[in-house]
């Protein structure tokens, strides 16, 4: 629901975004729950509404889901390492996630991808910054991708061991008219077809087609470039469509038919809390949305924090009624 509201208002670094709020959920849950095991009931719900939900939804997302929910119940068990809990979750899953990122690009475009950027990078270090030849441009480019990240889940940490506090010293009336007008006016019904994405509609994607496009154009323009950067540019191309024709063909609709059928067991024990979930979906959506709107005008790492409190506050504490079915 939080990356469908982050993509309906362009946010960037929607992934950073939606790990780093699992990062806020987790540890809240492990801050206020009495009884054990309680994040791992959490993310069994959470898995069990995404089957539900998205059923495109590929199977790393399962993945990434399952090892945060082990990894928070593991750390958020002795509630007295709260703190530092926070810190090393935060920064353990934002640095996991980079590296899946990277762990994906190489099984798909292979060391290839590398090699090109490693190119590519040299050519416009020469011809424009005349800085001369740099080694591993793209190892550069990959320990800085995952040092943001690890960065970037060591604030989200931090942000989540004072979360409980900001909430507790955080005064605001609670304004469920403005909210029940936002669910009205189209949140409420509003039903999006979500298709599946191909490798090709990513930016990801689309980048390292245009990479390898320009590379095989340049061999045939400069010599710096051999025909062999051509050849190997356009075999990366066909290598990752027969890859992603394998993944989402026959493997990946296996690995969704083995996760429905491990859940399938589970869905009547959970059944309830599934079906309030869901019920309450359209109203959580409604309330993020309006809370990223009155935050505006804000610099942005206030706002952040406005928004991440106000929204918290909203649906921890508005009397919020579920819709009878």
Same mark, same amino acid.
Request: positive net charge; hydrophobic residues 50%.
């Given at each position: ?65 399952? *090892? &945060?929910?082990?990894? @928070? ?10 703190? %530092?809990? =926070?810190? $090393? +979750? ?109 490798? *090709? &509609?990513?930016?990801? @994607? ?10 095989? %154009?340049? =061999?045939? $323009? +400069? ?103």
């Amino acid at each position: 629901m939080l990356g469908g509201v982050l993509h309906a208002f362009h946010i960037p670094l929607t992934g950073l975004f939606i790990n780093g709020s699992s990062v806020l959920f987790i540890s809240l849950i492990g801050y206020y729950s009495e009884n054990r095991r309680e994040i791992l009931k959490a993310t069994l719900i959470v898995l069990l509404i995404k089957a539900g939900v998205s059923p495109y939804t590929p199977p790393a997302a399962y993945f990434a889901v399952s *090892i &945060q929910g082990l990894l @928070g119940e593991i750390l958020f068990r002795p509630k007295k390492f709260f703190y %530092i809990s =926070t810190v $090393i +979750f935060g920064t353990i899953t934002l640095t996991l996630s980079s590296m899946q990122k990277i762990f994906l690009l190489t099984l798909v475009y292979g060391t290839d991808l590398w090699e090109s950027l490693n190119r590519f990078g040299n050519y416009i270090s020469e011809q424009f910054f005349f800085l001369g030849k740099i080694d591993n441009v793209s190892f550069i480019m990959i320990g800085f991708y995952i040092g943001f990240h690890m960065l970037s889940g060591f604030i989200i940490g931090i942000m989540a061991s004072n979360l409980p506090g900001w909430i507790r010293e955080t005064h605001i009336e609670i304004n469920m008219e403005k909210i029940s007008k936002i669910q009205n006016s189209g949140y409420k019904n509003r039903k999006k077809k979500r298709k599946r994405k191909l490798w *090709i &509609q990513r930016p990801s @994607g689309i980048l390292i087609l245009v990479l390898a496009v320009v590379i095989v %154009i340049l =061999t045939y $323009i +400069f010599p710096y470039f051999s025909k062999t950067a051509g050849f190997r540019a356009i075999v990366m191309i066909v290598r990752s469509i027969i890859i992603m024709s394998i993944w989402f063909f026959f493997i990946s609709p296996w690995f969704v038919k083995f996760y429905k059928k491990f859940f399938k067991g589970k869905e009547n024990k959970y059944s309830k809390e599934v079906s309030s979930a869901i019920s309450l979906l359209p109203l959580f959506r409604a309330i993020v949305v309006y809370n990223w709107r009155i935050s505006g005008g804000i610099f942005f790492l206030k706002r952040v924090k406005q928004f991440i409190v106000n929204t918290f506050i909203y649906i921890l504490f508005a009397d919020i009624k579920e819709e009878k079915k």
